[in-house]
T-cell receptor, first 113, second 111 residues
Framework: SQKIEQNSEALNIQEGKTATLTCNYT??????LQWYRQDPGRGPVFLLL?????KEKRKERLKVTFDTTLKQSLFHITASQPADSATYLC????????????FGTGTKLQVIP | KAGVTQTPRYLIKTRGQQVTLSCSPI?????VSWYQQTPGQGLQFLFE???????NKGNFPGRFSGRQFSNSRSEMNVSTLELGDSALYLC??????????FGPGTRLTVL
């Protein structure tokens, strides 16, 4: 069955450093991969999307890589700030124009001042 | 533009009861998806509606149902509530197939 794995343990990093979060998947050939941020008690907020034929995407301090051979995506936040503390979810989407996205369980990031 | 709104925000029910949750998508968005989020299982896809038709369905029992109205507003219903149905129920609307905008969710507690 399809499986998406994110670090279940929280990631603690020092302010100013680069945070790197991992998303691995099996038994899936996604058309695209998304990253979301979720704060406690709130709905996820879309951050970035990368398609199967793209290797890397950037947006301000965020960078996502997508390796379909390794079946892995890395999500980087450079110059991290305490305000970046949240849970980050990766999600895989299929093709066909239908909205059926499968989410990972998320990684909690804590940026320490 | 106003974001996705969900009502109510919090709900407490007892086992055996039924519940209806409501979602108003972003204006112009015709696709609405529903998710259940629990600490143990994470975000799980319930179903997706587009132009009043269910296009996709997740692996949930028939107690979970939904519908979409002509103005794209959507409701989901859970009948015969069980303790395990306690969760955050999230609605997301989208204009294109690859980006979703989530509402704040409805926190359902089943006692």
């Amino acid at each position: 069955s399809q499986k998406i794995e994110q670090n279940s343990e929280a990631l603690n990093i020092q302010e100013g450093k680069t945070a790197t979060l991992t998303c691995n998947y099996t038994n899936y050939s996604p058309a695209y991969l998304q990253w979301y941020r979720q704060d406690p008690g709130r709905g996820p907020v879309f951050l970035l999307l990368i398609r199967e034929n793209e290797k890397e995407k950037r947006k301000e301090r965020l960078k996502v890589t997508f390796d379909t051979t390794l079946k892995q995506s890395l999500f980087h936040i450079t110059a991290s700030q305490p305000a970046d503390s949240a849970t980050y979810l990766c999600a895989l989407g299929n093709s066909g124009g239908y909205q059926k996205v499968t989410f990972g369980t998320g990684t909690k990031l804590q940026v320490i001042p | 533009k106003a974001g996705v709104t969900q009502t109510p925000r919090y709900l407490i029910k007892t086992r055996g009861q039924q519940v209806t949750l409501s979602c108003s998508p972003i204006s112009g968005h015709r696709s609405v998806s529903w998710y259940q989020q629990t600490p143990g299982q994470g975000l799980q896809f319930l179903f997706e509606y587009f132009s009043e038709t269910q296009r996709n369905k997740g692996n949930f029992p028939g107690r979970f149902s939904g519908r979409q109205f002509s103005n794209s507003r959507s409701e989901m219903n859970v009948s015969t509530l069980e303790l395990g149905d306690s969760a955050l129920y999230l609605c997301a609307s989208s204009l294109s197939a690859d980006t979703q905008y989530f509402g704040p969710g409805t926190r359902l507690t089943v006692l």
